[in-house]
């Protein structure tokens, strides 16, 4: 297998704008981390007087949308137009000609690899640094997940090591857009066309994340939203695939819908092909309608907050923010990912590190793991169903070429915060990098 090589890529690390302001507020703010005394975990004051805004919002607007959608008592799509509604609007948002909305994200991954036609025997390839569900997805169609290692500059799929992964088998391109940052879009599509594989983005965690000017889930043949209470777009569980195929959004429609036709008038009439039932509810899509008017406005607040915290974080050696590719013309800040090296700080232990501000009002947390080693892969792989799909020598080969030394280390030295503080205010994210600031300049009793 290749290793991952950044030379040949391009970064954009942060915007130009605020290079300049930065320095000033830098003195103002960081220079005298000690002043702000001893960190919380010791005893000492929180470095984070003000709260992270609460998440989910609720405004009058969703409490309307909500009741009106509960009184008029369509709550089935069958029904009612509420989704109908979202899911125009939702496709016009992202600039593609179809939407689906469903029960939540991983059900529109599968209904997409469904509808692609993936199962038994093939293989998908997806990124080993990711949430769960990506690989839940692969597993519910009984394929096989092929983990490509990590970019670890920007935490996203290393599209050096997609070509090695391609094989006969191979059905279906995962890429995903963790954290509301970009996979190298460019290269996954220009290897999926040379081998004519089909791209299903997961863009669960990038509502409005564009590459090159274009918002992502419509660059692919089709892309999966999240709308999970955490999620940028909420509204408690949901989900939505979106696609510029006629064809496969037949599928994926018919798919969610019990297997029904769309284009057949009658239900009973309409039972022409194998279904579940995955139908997005109508309050959740009355909310999401409500929560919809707010993500733009939302979005560009996160940005700028997320600009400038990347600027105060130069400041401090040992937690860099992830790169972005030059592709990249918007990152939604689902996550703040950082990388922590502990050898700047004391060796103090990464899950210390995080102890200590979580204590000080930062709520952080160690990012994604080794998926691509993770025992309930293990376990369906030798479970009695993959035997009788697979032989013994396929697996035994998919275990030997299952390493993803990148994603291992960034595994070690990830970090996660929460996009609810970057809705705070300025003077909110000053606080976030005074309490990293004291960390720094107290590792070594922190450690002790
Ligand atoms: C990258 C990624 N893929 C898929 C999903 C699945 O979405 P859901 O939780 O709505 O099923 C999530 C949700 O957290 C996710 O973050």
């Known amino acids: 297998m290749k290793s991952t090589k950044y030379t040949r890529r391009k970064f954009v690390c942060t915007s130009a704008a605020m290079s300049a302001a930065a320095p000033t507020l830098l003195s103002i703010n960081l220079s005298h981390a000690k002043d702000l005394g001893k960190p919380a975990l010791l005893g000492g004051e929180k470095a984070v007087a003000e709260q992270a805004p609460p998440w989910p919002i609720v405004q009058k607007l969703d409490e309307d949308k909500f009741l009106e959608t509960l009184r008029s008592t369509g709550w089935c799509r069958l029904g009612n137009n509420v989704t109908t509604e979202f899911e125009k609007a939702w496709s016009s948002d992202l600039g593609v000609n179809h939407a689906i909305g469903m029960v939540n994200g991983t059900s529109a991954l599968y209904s997409a690899l469904y509808a692609l ?110 709308f999970q209470e955490t999620k940028i777009l909420p509204c408690g569980e949901g989900g939505a695939c979106v696609t510029n195929s006629d064809d496969l959004y037949d599928k994926i429609h018919a798919f969610q819908n019990n297997g029904r036709d769309r284009k057949l008038g009658k239900p009973s009439e309409g039972y022409l092909h194998h279904g579940a039932n995955l139908r997005m509810t109508e309050y959740q899509s009355a909310l999401l309608l409500a929560q919809l008017t707010r993500l733009e406005e939302q979005c560009r607040h996160r940005e700028e907050n997320a600009h400038y915290l990347e600027e105060l974080l130069k400041e401090i050696p040992g937690v860099r923010h992830a790169a972005r590719y030059e592709g990249n013309t918007r990152n939604t800040y689902y996550l703040f990912m950082m990388h922590y090296d502990k050898s700047q700080f004391d060796d103090l232990p990464r899950s210390r590190f995080i102890e200590a501000l979580r204590k000080e009002g930062v709520y952080v947390g160690g990012g994604y793991h080794y998926l691509n080693k993770h025992p309930f892969v293990e376990k369906m792989l030798h479970s009695r169903w993959y035997s009788n799909i697979y032989s013994k020598e396929r697996i035994e080969r998919y275990w030997k070429n299952n390493h993803c030394p990148e994603n291992d280390k960034l595994s070690e030295e990830g970090l996660f915060m929460s996009q609810r503080h970057l809705l705070g205010s300025k003077s909110h994210v000053e606080q976030i990098a005074a309490a990293i600031r004291k960390v720094h300049a107290y590792a070594k009793a922190l450690k002790a």
Not at 120 to 143: C, H, K, M, R, W
Not at 152 to 169: A, G, P, S
Not at 179 to 192: K, S
């Open 117 to 226: 036609g993936v199962g038994p025997g093939d293989e998908v390839i997806v990124p080993a640094y990711t949430f769960v569900a990506s690989v839940n997805a692969i597993l519910q169609q009984f394929a096989l997940p092929v983990f490509a290692d990590t970019d670890r500059q920007t935490f996203q799929i290393d599209v050096t090591t997609l070509e090695d992964r391609i094989t006969e088998h191979t059905r279906c391109i995962m890429p995903v857009h963790l954290g509301g940052n970009t996979a190298d879009m460019d290269e996954v599509l220009r290897i999926a066309a040379k081998h004519k594989i089909p791209v299903v983005e997961d863009a669960c965690q990038a509502h409005f994340a564009e590459w090159r000017g274009r918002r992502v889930g419509g660059l692919g043949d089709a892309g999966c939203f999240s």
